[in-house]
């Protein structure tokens, strides 16, 4: 029997819900498909859990912590392991991406041909897991 899947939606865990969700709605042009139910919390009000799409691209966003329990700042044990994942988008003109994006983001190196025949935009999002916007070299 083969295994038929519709597609892949990775699940990350974000310190800071809000500004996660700045970053992939308002900043890259994701939109929230679900959301957990709002809760009001001493960090502020927000869902603990949200599934976003930018076409047929799908992420869920999951809070680290229970509301109430994160601490001041980012842990920097944890961070530092994030940038072991890479999320790649393919798309059709990573330079357009890049154009897009080099507005909202003004520290966004330009992209660049990987050996293996791939034009890659590489960033990472505010708990630093790499994402790249990725589409082969043209001929």
């Known amino acids: ?24 709605r308002d ?13 009001d919390a001493p960090e502020g009000r927000f869902s603990h859990w949200m599934w976003l799409r930018l076409g047929p691209a799908h992420v869920m966003l999951n809070t680290a912590y229970d509301a109430g329990e994160r601490p001041a700042t980012r842990a920097a044990a944890r961070q ?10 393919g798309c059709a003109d990573v330079d357009a991406v890049y154009a897009t994006l ?3 983001l003004p ?3 330009p992209p660049a041909d990987a050996p293996y025949g791939m034009r890659q935009l590489y ?13 082969p070299v043209r001929s």
Do not use: K
């Not at 038929?4 to 969700?21: C, F, I, K, T």
């Not at 960033?123 to 589409?135: E, H, M, T, V």
């Open 123 to 135: 960033l990472s999002d505010p708990d630093r897991y790499g994402l790249c916007f990725q589409a």
């Open 27 to 39: 900043t890259l042009g994701f939109e929230v498909v679900e959301a957990s139910p709002l809760v």
């Open 80 to 89: 530092q392991w994030h940038g072991d994942t890479c999320l790649y988008f």
């Open 107 to 109: 520290d966004l190196r």
């Open 102 to 104: 080099q507005a909202r």
């Open 1 to 24: 029997m083969t295994i038929r899947v519709n597609g892949l939606a990775p699940l990350l865990q974000v310190y800071d819900m809000p500004e996660s969700l700045a970053f992939y």
